[in-house]
């Protein structure tokens, strides 16, 4: 960390990994984990502000996002993975959990940061791109995922490519993001962290069910019907709909308080402010004939504009699963495939999902493939700078 008369300046890269974006640091250039590295981080963000102008969180959840990337000591892994989800309105700031979107920048950044000591050749969806396998340890849920990531012949990430994303412009080279080993990422009690396919719970005076998955990340899934929703509605009219919003904090809280993630579910804001995250589920919309499904996701109280990328594997292996919502919305065909394709305000995101053949059709799968893609591209690299105020306490101490 470099100092200025009045601000602290720490190298960064502002870096896109799918539909959402991210700070990335070096562990190495931060404060040690704790209120400082807490300070610090939000601080660049512009934490808490609803329109973070005074710094690079962007005012939406999906882009108010930070990674924090050091070499593993892991056997099984690369690289560690610290990903950071930063409020926006509020004064919070979490580490337990991942961004799949975010995830498909960590592989590239490591490449090119030279952080990775062992090269192993990846897999492609085009046998003439040559990639690279970066198995990557994310630290919040505790899991490893896989991430095969294009690479030159000089052996640096390429983000060039004709791979197309909904939610995002143009095209970009695929990276394959494998999430087979990420099952039971926030409780560590399967696909199913409550064991139940279905949960009952009252909402607002009637009962209805919801079914909570574990895999990538933690999600309550929810009917939209449910929810007295047509299930189509843009990010922004949903985002803005007060009495929905309600509606998903009660089932959020509920869900939350069902897996031990609160004490009481109206303090879901205060006491788990971003898991689970919530899908509002409905058959796929007559405009997109190639779905399966569709999906509305929130995260911090906010329709996200596209897909999370751990909601998309966490919804394609809830769908494996006898007896779930999303099981008994995709139906007999579309289970058939091996690619579930959800749409979404945006678009589709398609998530490949092959089961463990001897435990298929069954209530815990085990999955020989669960992937998507993603394409990512370092936007820019230097320096941020922090107010040395907030720095305060620690020079104090020292003096």
């Not at 890269?13 to 300070?39: C, M, Q, T």
């Not at 490519?161 to 990420?182: C, F, K, N, Q, S």
């Not at 099981?327 to 091996?338: I, M, P, T």
């Amino acid at each position: 960390m470099g100092p200025r008369a009045d601000q602290v300046s720490i190298p960064a890269a502002w870096i896109r990994g799918g539909s959402s974006n991210a700070v990335f640091y070096h562990e190495k250039d931060l404060p040690p984990e704790g209120p400082l590295r807490d300070r610090v981080l939000k601080r660049v963000m512009g934490t808490p502000d609803p329109i973070q102008i005074d710094g690079l969180g962007g005012a939406k959840a999906v882009t108010s996002k930070i990674a924090i990337i050091r070499p593993s000591q892991r056997s099984d892994a690369d690289i560690d993975y610290i990903f950071a989800q930063s409020g926006v309105r509020d004064d919070n700031i979490d580490y337990s959990a991942n961004c799949g979107n975010i995830s498909s920048g960590v592989g590239p950044f490591s490449i090119d940061e030279n952080l990775v000591s062992e090269f192993r050749k990846g897999r492609s969806i085009d046998p003439t791109v040559p990639t690279q396998e970066v198995r990557i340890y994310n630290t919040g849920t505790d899991k490893v995922l896989i991430s095969h990531v294009p690479i030159s012949p000089d052996c640096f990430s390429v983000a060039s490519g004709e791979y197309t994303m909904a939610a995002v412009p143009g095209t970009g080279a695929p990276i394959l993001m494998d999430y087979r080993e990420t099952v039971g990422a926030s409780r560590n009690n399967g696909v199913l962290p409550t064991g139940n396919p279905v949960d009952i719970i009252d909402l607002q005076g009637s009962l209805v069910g919801i079914t909570i998955g574990d895999v990538g990340n933690i999600i309550v899934f929810v009917a939209a019907d449910s929810m007295t929703i047509s299930g189509y509605g843009t990010a922004q009219t949903l985002t803005e709909d007060k009495s929905l919003l309600d509606r998903v904090r009660e089932v959020r809280g509920k869900a939350a308080q069902l897996v031990g993630m609160c004490n009481d579910w109206r303090n879901v804001d205060q006491e788990s402010p971003f898991m689970p995250m919530l899908s509002i589920i409905s058959k796929a919309p007559q405009s997109s004939p190639e779905a399966h499904m569709s999906g509305r996701l929130f995260l911090d109280n906010m329709c996200h504009e596209s897909m999370a990328g751990t909601a998309s594997v966490c919804t394609a292996a809830v769908s494996r699963t006898r007896g779930t919502l999303v099981y008994d919305l995709v139906g007999k065909e579309g289970r058939a495939q091996n690619v579930l394709n959800i749409a979404h305000p945006l678009g589709i995101i398609p998530v490949a999902v092959e089961i463990v053949a001897e435990t298929r059709d069954s209530a815990a799968p085990a999955f020989s493939t669960l992937s998507f893609i993603r394409t990512s591209r370092r936007l820019m690299d230097g320096k941020v700078y922090v107010p040395k105020d907030i720095f305060e306490d620690e020079l104090n101490a020292v003096h």
